[in-house]
């Protein structure tokens, strides 16, 4: 069973530019979760999407969104980027019940570059 | 506000040495907590988790320790390895949220 697959891995972006991250989760994952993790901040929490729908939300402004597809495939979307911005972004599938021990797995990641 | 607090930062061990890392959290409705492992290119991947009715689980040479009272649990890597040499994060989850609050991490090192 292929893994959770990002694209791109790397890019490079201006400030005040956009950007579109992609992810197909595994196969039968009904829920993607993104995550952006710093060195300075660490991992944290985006939002995650369920069935096309938005089912939780982290602590992040509103340049932040993401929209998941009906193939369960994800993309989260980053406007007027800020230096503050660079950053792996990690997407990450699970089979989606909210019981907790709901296996959640990660993909390699995309490398974002603000400058 | 860091929900999951991580510690140490960084270790260095030797070959064949016990790791430990240990990490404490605030909110008793957590319920889950994994041990994800990170090598330098990669995503985490999960290690080994546990939930707060086990006082310990072990796979191999990994094994989690739990104190629900104290609200702490460690991660032991015993017989280290140098292949072991990655960042270790604890999280926590809970029922009704499919997402993990993860700790800080902690950069193992085992030197040969």
């Known amino acids: 069973k292929a893994g959770v697959t990002q694209t791109p891995r790397y890019l490079i972006k201006t400030r005040g530019q956009q950007v579109t991250l992609s992810c197909s989760p595994i196969s039968g994952h009904r829920s993607v979760s993104w995550y952006q993790q710093t060195p300075g901040q660490g991992l944290q929490f985006l939002f995650e999407y369920f069935s096309e729908t938005q089912r939780n939300k982290g602590n992040f402004p509103g340049r932040f969104s993401g929209r998941q597809f009906s193939n369960s495939r994800s993309e989260m979307n980053v406007s007027t980027l800020e230096l503050g911005d660079s950053a792996l972004y990690l997407c990450?599938?699970?089979?989606?019940?909210?019981?907790?021990?709901?296996?959640?797995?990660f993909g390699e990641g995309s490398w974002l570059t603000v400058v | 506000q860091q929900q999951v607090k991580q510690s140490p930062q960084s270790l260095i061990v030797q070959k064949g040495g016990i790791s430990i890392i240990n990490c404490a959290y605030e909110n008793t409705a957590f319920d889950y907590f994994p041990w994800y492992q990170q090598f330098p290119g990669k995503g985490p991947a999960l290690l080994i988790a546990i939930r707060p009715d086990v006082s310990e689980k072990k796979e191999g040479r990994f094994t989690i320790s739990f104190n629900k009272s104290a609200k702490q649990f460690s991660l032991h890597i015993m017989d280290s390895q140098p292949g072991d040499s990655a960042t270790y994060f604890c999280a926590a989850s809970m029922t009704g949220a499919n997402n993990l609050f993860f700790g800080t991490g902690t950069r193992l090192t085992v030197i040969p």
């Open positions: 990450a599938s699970s089979e989606g019940q909210t019981f907790s021990g709901n296996t959640i797995y």
